[in-house]
């Protein structure tokens, strides 16, 4: 079974660029996660869909980061523009259900710098 | 106070040895729980979840303490390829299942 797909793996920008970030989830996962890792620190999730649907993008700082899940399947994060507190690693996982307990399986990340 | 805390570490146990570590969380209606395993400059990976009674998976136990709200991970007969950061998610029913996540204690397995 294909695993979670990110792409790219590392990107670096200036401050003030725009950057985005494509995830191929595991074919038929309904959930999708994008997180956020500093680090040192543990993943922040940044929004979570339900198939095409967003659950939850309460921690999604939303005057520059967009996300979207066209047709429930891959999605792509954006940042625009990006500041240098947004260096970290932006890590996709899905989920079968998405219902508590249920486990994520996680991409490669995309490791990004910004200078 | 964090939602989840964990002590960063490091751990340096040698080869051989037993060590177990601890995660606290803050929210009493917190209902699921889970360790996940981070090597370096690679993706979180499920390593076992917690259930009320505990439960065992090889070396690696995980018990949750309800009382005083923490869970715990023990590692028996340690190996150089447990040397990785051990993450503990708590999910709690109200925060919308939200998956909330510790920063993780890194353990380090020395020969």
């Known amino acids: 079974e294909a695993g979670v797909a990110q792409s790219p793996r590392y990107k670096i920008i200036e401050k003030r660029q725009s950057v985005a970030f494509w995830c191929n989830p595991i074919?038929?996962?309904?959930?999708l996660y994008w997180y956020q890792q500093i680090l040192g620190q543990g993943p922040k999730l940044l929004i979570q869909f339900q198939n095409n649907g967003v659950v939850d993008d309460s921690q999604l700082p939303k005057d520059r980061f967009s996300a979207e899940r066209l047709k429930g399947v891959d999605s792509t994060l954006k940042i625009q523009p990006a500041k240098l507190e947004d260096s970290a690693v932006y890590l996709c996982?899905?989920?079968?259900?998405?219902?508590?307990?249920?486990?994520?399986?996680f991409g490669p990340g995309t490791r990004l710098t910004v200078l | 106070r964090k939602e989840v805390e964990q002590d960063p570490g490091p751990f340096n146990v040698p080869e051989g040895a037993t060590v177990a570590f601890n995660c606290t969380y803050s929210n009493s209606a917190s209902q699921s729980f889970f360790w996940y395993r981070q090597d370096c400059r690679k993706e979180p990976k499920l390593l076992m979840s917690v259930y009320s009674s505990g439960n065992e998976d090889g070396r690696f136990t995980a018990q949750l303490n309800r009382a005083s709200q923490y869970i715990s991970l023990l590692i028996r007969d340690s190996k150089l390829s447990d040397s990785a950061t051990y993450l503990c998610?708590?999910?709690?029913?109200?925060?919308?299942?939200?998956?909330?996540w510790g920063a993780g204690t890194k353990l380090i397995i020395k020969p």
């Open positions: 074919s038929g996962h309904a959930t």
């Open positions: 998610v708590v999910i709690s029913m109200d925060s919308n299942y939200q998956l909330i």
């Open positions: 996982a899905s989920s079968p259900r998405g219902v508590g307990g249920d486990t994520q399986y």
